[in-house]
C-alpha cells in the first residue's frame, strides 16, 4: 500500500505539474514527500492524488494539487523564509509549505479544521508551524512582517491588513480575488510602499469570510 501511493505522487507530479510548468524543485520534492492521502477523508484515501480539488467537511476543500504547487512556487518560498497561510483547511498545503521554509503561520476559521490540520501536522513531525483559529482576512499582526502571505480563500477585495503585513523587502502575497465563485489569481510584490500586481490566471476557491472578506 506505502509503495502504491508513492506511485501516485510520482504519478501526480509526473502528469498534473511538471507538464503544466512547475519548476521549483523544492516545490516538487515537497509533493513528492507528503503523503496527501493522509489529509483526505477516509472514504476518499482512492482519489487523494486525482487532479482537482475534494471535500474535507464543512463546506470546505483541499485544494488540487497543481492550484497548491503553483500558488507554492509563486511565493518562490525557501528555508529561510517566514510564511503566513490564510485557509488551512485540512493543512495539506501547511505541510508543504513547512517542508520548504522556515516559519509557516497559519489561520483557519473553522475551529475545527484547525484541530484536523494540527492533528495531520503532529503526525508528519513538524515543529516550524503556528496555528491560530480566526479571522485570517486581518492576517496575524503579532508576527508580521511576512516574507509570504498566500490565501487559499477567494476575496473581494485585496485585504488592506495582509499589504501591511508583508515584507517591505520583496514580499510576496499570492491571493484568488474577484466574486464568490471565479476568481483571478494575483501576486502582489511589495517594495517599501511600493506594491506590484501580477494578474496571473482565473481559479475557483471558496469564499473568504472576514471583515475584509465576504
Ligand atoms: N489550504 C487548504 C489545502 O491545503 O488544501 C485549502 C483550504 S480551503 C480551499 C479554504 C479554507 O479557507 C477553508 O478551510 C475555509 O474555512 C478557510 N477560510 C475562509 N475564510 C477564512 C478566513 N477569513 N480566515 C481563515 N480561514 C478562512
Known amino acids: 500500500m506505502k509503495d502504491q501511493f508513492e506511485k501516485l505522487r510520482n504519478l501526480m507530479i509526473e502528469t498534473q505539474l511538471i507538464p503544466r510548468g512547475i519548476k521549483d524543485e ?6 513528492r ?3 496527501r492521502h493522509l489529509f483526505v477523508p477516509s472514504d476518499r484515501i482512492d482519489e487523494a492524488y486525482e487532479d482537482r480539488p475534494l471535500p474535507i467537511g464543512y463546506g470546505q476543500t483541499i485544494s488540487q494539487p497543481y492550484m497548491v504547487a503553483v500558488m507554492t512556487e509563486l511565493l518562490k518560498p525557501n528555508k529561510n523564509k517566514k510564511i503566513l497561510e490564510i ?3 485540512c493543512g495539506y498545503q501547511t505541510a508543504i509549505l513547512a517542508e520548504i521554509c522556515k516559519e509557516v503561520y497559519t489561520i483557519e476559521r473553522v475551529p475545527e ?3 484536523m490540520a494540527k492533528r495531520n501536522l503532529e503526525k508528519l513531525g513538524y515543529k516550524n508551524v503556528f496555528f491560530k483559529t480566526g479571522d485570517g482576512s486581518l492576517g496575524w499582526e503579532e508576527n508580521a512582517p511576512y516574507d509570504g502571505i498566500i490565501v487559499t ?19 510576496v502575497l499570492v491571493i484568488p480575488v474577484g ?8 501576486r502582489i510584490t511589495r517594495k517599501e510602499n511600493f506594491y506590484d500586481t501580477e494578474e496571473l490566471f482565473f481559479c475557483a476557491f471558496v469564499p473568504l469570510i472576514g471583515k475584509e472578506g465576504w
Open 113 to 115: 479544521l484547525t484541530e
Open 33 to 35: 514527500k507528503i503523503p
Open 179 to 186: 466574486s464568490k465563485f471565479t476568481q483571478s489569481l494575483l
Open 153 to 171: 480563500a477567494g476575496a473581494p477585495k485585496v485585504p488592506e491588513s495582509l499589504k501591511k503585513q508583508l515584507s517591505k523587502d520583496g514580499g
Open 87 to 89: 485557509g488551512t483547511g
Open 26 to 31: 523544492k516545490v516538487l520534492n515537497a509533493m
